[in-house]
């Protein structure tokens, strides 16, 4: 019994940590939309069953600190369905409804996505944060050019 108590205790942590990186994505969302809405959004579709969205933590939560100023994320759960409807009342407030609409079954998905709602790059559980910054700095690119 003891075992078991250990296991699940374990089990959570990293729900625990998924969690907090979500809200905290959230958070810096809100913050960066109300600061600069010219910014390109990076948007993540997550579910907690997702093995590629868990390896992608690390990842996101390095986009979300080191680029900050240059994107706004967001993350749209899929999770389950209150996860998911919390997520298409999100997406249709952003302008993002029919991208979710056509992604929400691609968890492990990440799509830099210009101010004018046009997908820029979409990534499919890609580790590397230099792979987003050549995407990122490219459109910064032309868009100042």
Same mark, same amino acid.
């Given at each position: 019994?003891?075992?078991?108590?250990?296991?699940?205790?374990?089990?959570l942590?990293?729900?625990l940590?998924?969690?907090?990186?979500?809200?905290?994505?959230?958070?810096? /969302? @809100?913050?960066?939309? *109300?600061?600069?809405?010219? #910014?390109?959004?990076?948007?993540?579709?997550?579910?907690?069953?997702? !093995? %590629?969205?868990?390896?992608?933590?690390?990842?996101?939560?390095?986009?979300?600190?080191?680029?900050?100023?240059?994107?706004?994320?967001?993350?749209?759960?899929?999770?389950?369905?209150?996860?998911?409807? /919390? @997520?298409?009342?999100? *997406?249709e407030?952003?302008? #993002?409804?029919?991208?979710?609409?056509?992604?929400?079954?691609?968890? !492990? %998905?990440?799509?830099?996505?210009?101010?004018?709602?046009?997908?820029i790059?979409?990534?499919?559980?890609?580790?590397?944060?230099?792979?987003?910054?050549?995407?990122?700095?490219?459109?910064?690119?032309?868009?100042?050019?």
């Open positions: 019994m003891e075992e078991f108590a250990m296991r699940s205790r374990s089990a942590l990293p729900a940590v998924i969690g907090l990186a979500l809200a905290a994505s959230g958070l810096f /969302a @809100s913050a960066a939309a *109300a600061e600069d809405a010219s #910014l390109p959004r990076l948007v993540k579709i997550h579910a907690d069953w997702c !093995g %590629t969205c868990v390896a992608l933590e690390p990842t996101w939560a390095t986009l979300v600190a080191d680029f900050a100023d240059r994107i706004e994320p967001h993350v749209f759960d899929v999770t389950d369905r209150p996860r998911l409807r /919390a @997520s298409r009342e999100r *997406a407030a952003l302008g #993002l409804a029919d991208f979710l609409a056509v992604n929400q079954g691609r968890t !492990g %998905t990440v799509a830099l996505i210009a101010p004018d709602g046009r997908v790059e979409k990534f499919k559980g890609e580790l590397r944060v230099d792979r987003y910054e050549a995407a990122l700095a490219s459109w910064e690119q032309g868009r100042d050019g």
